[in-house]
Nanobody
Framework: QVQLVESGGGLVQAGGSLRLSCATSGIIVSSHILGWYRQAPGKQREMVAI???????NYGDSEEGRFTISRDNAKNRVYLEINRLKPEDTAVYYC?????????WGQGTQVTVSS
């Protein structure tokens, strides 16, 4: 059974940093493509970053180098570090993995950035 559990969100001032964590079970993170997505109020869910099984990464268009996705194979976790946070980064951040024809999502972690 595949499970993804995000943590690390919270309320932070603009300019600060956060490190989000996605704990996984039922998968081996180094064998799959995992991604971080976010959804702000009234907006569509968008891709923030993905990490491929080989370790290469890809980022969404608006990330300006402030986001870093990484993984810990031993802990079977994926992380998203966000630097120089902006109020427009306020959103629920989700971890995602696609296995075959199925897409799995975590419950999300709220990130709120105050100005």
């Amino acid at each position: 059974q595949v499970q993804l559990v995000e943590s690390g969100g919270g309320l932070v001032q603009a300019g600060g940093s956060l490190r989000l964590s996605c704990a996984t079970s039922g998968i081996i993170v180094s064998s799959h493509i995992l991604g971080w997505y976010r959804q702000a109020p009234g907006k569509q869910r968008e891709m923030v970053a993905i990490i491929f099984s080989g370790g290469s990464t890809n980022y969404g268009d608006s990330e300006e180098g402030r986001f870093t996705i990484s993984r810990d194979n031993a802990k079977n976790r994926v992380y998203l570090e966000i630097n120089r946070l902006k109020p427009e980064d306020t959103a629920v951040y989700y971890c995602q993995v696609v296995i075959g024809a199925k897409t799995y999502w975590g419950q999300g972690t709220q990130v709120t950035v105050s100005s």
